[in-house]
Every structure is written in structure tokens, then in C-alpha cells.
């Protein structure tokens, strides 16, 4: 392929697909970001970005802007298992909080971003065919239009078109495992991300854009049809799981339509010839543990250093550090998933750890990615915090 109009071509313009876009323009590359999308636009998100996440913005010059729209720093998360519950700090001290910021604004502040950094930046564009050329993806076709880069990347979410084209491997691949729906409440104060935990039910809450809290509740993906036609009622029933909770949430108001959906679990191989994924497109996870825009983050960053330097090699060094990074938080999110009470291990070191605040940050860190489960659940690990 001779002289392509643009080095990359990103498919995708929302979490993953736009920081992409505007760090590899801040390198020098010729990108263009396309969506089918206009913006500003929702889509359907626990948005919940967790420490690792805000410090990626912090990084991009971005995450006072995010401060701006009025969303709220979160920097405490509750657990409540029921019988016993704890409370921590889950950043650092470089990066102290997580934030809710609603979708329409955290897009478009990414959007903007892009394009300041000198991404072509097309909305309302649809692709419709991957091209090739001798097995190597070359380019996109939009009607007439057909544009051409030396790497095309899928940041085009779980029905990846990019990921169908090429035909990208699946691996680690589990069904949908949970359900969930949420809304905005008002009148649900919390400077906490809070999350519940009963058998075979789950949920969370999380103060956002407005002075409204995001709640979202779920099941286990077997009751889906069960549930469909009376998901407030459910949710409602759910709430009721914990006494003061259900106090506090009968005295608000809920003020949007509830939102909802079930999700895969994959991997799949993330590069090929002429061709990456990021974000959604290349794994996915639960949406249990709220990883999915921080992952999204990181990602981004990481595929463009790989993009910048364009060989083969970073490209596979790209999988294997998000595979590396990625799979233990996996695997945990699966097992959070079940929807199971805690095992005997679990209720063990929770209990051990109660009352020690130093403990329950440490757990707090666990769930906001900061600490990586192999870490966490080391043997060395583990008998500093039963000790």
C-alpha cells in the first residue's frame, strides 16, 4: 500500500476509540476518527471511572474538565455483604479519587479532545466494509467513500465490525453471567461508591452529573425473561435486601427511565496485519465491577505506543500486557459475577480485616483496580491481612 491519506483510522469515537485518536495525533500521526454516532450522545454505561482511570485523564490534561461539569470525586467505596461490611479509600495518594461523570459529557470532552490534538474527527459516518488488500486490512468504506490508513482500529464496542472483518480469535469466552438495570435518583445524597452484595443479587450506587446517584441493580442472567416486565418492581424487591438502603431509596425519586442489558465475557486477539482492537472490541468483562471505561483508558494508551512504533512486535507486546494486566481482574469479576455468597476464604479475611483501616483501603484498592487481584490474593498478601 502506497501513501495512505492517514496512519491510523479509528472505528469508534467513544471511550477507548477517542483517547486512542488523540494521543496518537499528540505523537504526530495523521488519524482520523469516524462513529456512527453524533455527540454529545449517551450510551448505555455504568460510567464509573475508578483511580487507575482518573489518572489516566489527570495524565491527558483532561480530568479537569471532567472536574468542571460538576461531577463529584469519590473517594471512599463501601461493601456490604450483609452480615459484615467495611469501608475504604480506593486511590492513591497521586490519584485519590474515581468519578461518575454522565456520557454525554465525559464523550465529548474525549471527542473534543481528539480533535484539539488534530484528529480528523467524522460523526454521523457509518462503516460498511473493512478493506483489504493481500490478507492485510487497508482501509474503510462508507458509500462512496473509501479512505485508507496503514492501521484500521476497532474501538467499535462488543459487535465490533472491525473484530467481525478480520475475523479476530475469541478466547476465555463465558455467556452472559448477570443482567442489570439503572437510573438517576434524585434526593439520594452519598459521597460514596457504594456497593451491595446478597446472594443471587447485587448493586451499587454512585453519585454523578446534577446532583443525582446513579444506582444500578442486577441478577443472574437465567432470570432475565422472569424479570423483564416488572424491572423497577424487581430492583425495588432487590433494595429491600438491605433495610436502610431501602429507607433511604424510598425517600427519593427516580428520575430517568431505567437502562439495561447483559454482556459476554471475552478476550479476543487484539492485532493482526494492518488491523488492532481496543477497548470493548479486543475483551469484555462484566459490567459487575464497573472496569470497562478505565480498561478502556488504558488500553488506549497502550496500543498507541505500540501504533507509534507500527512493528509486529509491539503489536504482540501490546496483547500480552493487556492480557497480563487485564485477565486476573477477569477472572475475579467472573467469580464477583456468580452472584454467590461469599466462600468461607472470603468471609475469613473480610472479617479479619474489619476495624483496620489501613486493611480495608487495601480491599478498596482491590475493587478500583488499583491492586491487581495476583497481587492482592497473594499468599504473602493475604497473611499480612489475616495476621
Not at 480506593?90 to 464523550?107: F, I, K, N
Request: hydrophobic share 40%.
Amino acid at each position: 500500500m502506497t501513501n495512505p491519506e492517514y496512519d491510523v483510522i479509528v472505528v469508534g469515537a467513544r471511550c477507548a476509540g477517542a483517547p486512542l485518536a488523540m494521543l496518537l495525533a499528540r505523537q504526530g500521526q495523521r488519524t482520523l476518527l469516524v462513529d456512527r454516532a453524533t455527540f454529545p450522545s449517551d450510551t448505555v454505561s455504568t460510567h464509573v471511572i475508578h483511580p487507575p482511570g482518573a489518572a489516566a485523564l489527570q495524565r491527558w490534561g483532561l480530568l479537569d474538565r471532567i472536574a468542571a461539569t460538576g461531577c463529584p470525586p469519590v473517594g471512599r467505596y463501601s461493601f456490604d455483604f450483609g452480615p459484615i461490611s467495611l469501608a475504604g479509600a480506593p486511590g492513591t495518594p497521586e490519584s485519590p479519587y474515581a468519578y461518575a461523570p454522565r456520557r454525554t459529557l465525559l464523550d465529548k470532552i474525549l471527542l473534543d479532545a481528539a480533535a484539539e490534538a488534530g484528529a480528523e474527527v467524522r460523526e454521523d459516518f457509518s462503516v460498511e466494509e473493512i478493506l483489504f488488500e493481500d490478507d492485510r486490512v487497508v482501509g474503510i468504506r462508507s458509500g462512496s467513500t473509501v479512505e485508507r490508513a496503514r492501521f484500521v482500529v476497532g474501538a467499535d464496542g462488543r459487535n465490533s465490525a472491525v473484530a467481525k472483518a478480520v475475523e479476530a480469535k475469541v478466547y476465555q469466552d463465558q455467556g452472559p453471567l448477570t443482567v442489570g438495570y439503572y437510573g438517576y435518583w434524585s434526593n439520594l445524597p452519598t459521597d460514596t461508591f457504594e456497593a451491595y452484595s446478597r446472594p443471587g443479587r447485587g448493586w451499587a450506587v454512585c453519585p454523578t452529573n446534577d446532583d443525582l446517584t446513579l444506582v444500578i441493580g442486577g441478577w443472574p442472567y437465567a432470570e432475565l425473561a422472569e424479570h423483564r416486565n416488572d424491572i423497577e418492581g424487581e430492583l425495588r424487591r432487590t433494595f429491600a435486601l438491605s433495610p436502610s438502603f431501602d429507607e433511604r431509596i424510598r425517600g427519593a425519586k427516580l428520575e430517568s427511565k431505567l437502562a439495561g442489558t447483559s454482556v459476554p465475557n471475552y478476550f479476543r486477539v487484539p492485532s493482526g496485519p494492518g488491523w488492532a482492537l481496543v477497548g470493548d472490541a479486543g475483551y469484555n468483562r462484566d459490567y459487575i465491577t464497573a472496569q470497562g471505561i478505565t480498561d478502556a483508558f488504558l488500553d488506549a494508551e497502550n496500543l498507541a505506543a505500540a501504533l507509534n512504533d507500527g512493528s509486529a512486535e509491539a503489536l504482540r507486546g501490546y496483547h500480552e500486557a493487556r492480557d497480563a494486566r487485564a485477565m486476573p481482574v477477569y477472572q475475579m469479576t467472573l467469580g464477583i459475577a456468580s452472584l454467590q455468597p461469599p466462600d468461607a476464604q472470603m468471609v475469613q479475611l473480610v472479617s479479619a480485616i474489619i476495624g483496620d483501616q489501613a486493611k480495608m483501603d487495601a480491599f478498596a484498592r482491590l475493587n478500583s483496580g488499583v491492586t491487581s487481584p495476583a497481587e492482592f490474593f497473594s499468599p504473602e498478601n493475604l497473611a499480612k491481612l489475616t495476621s
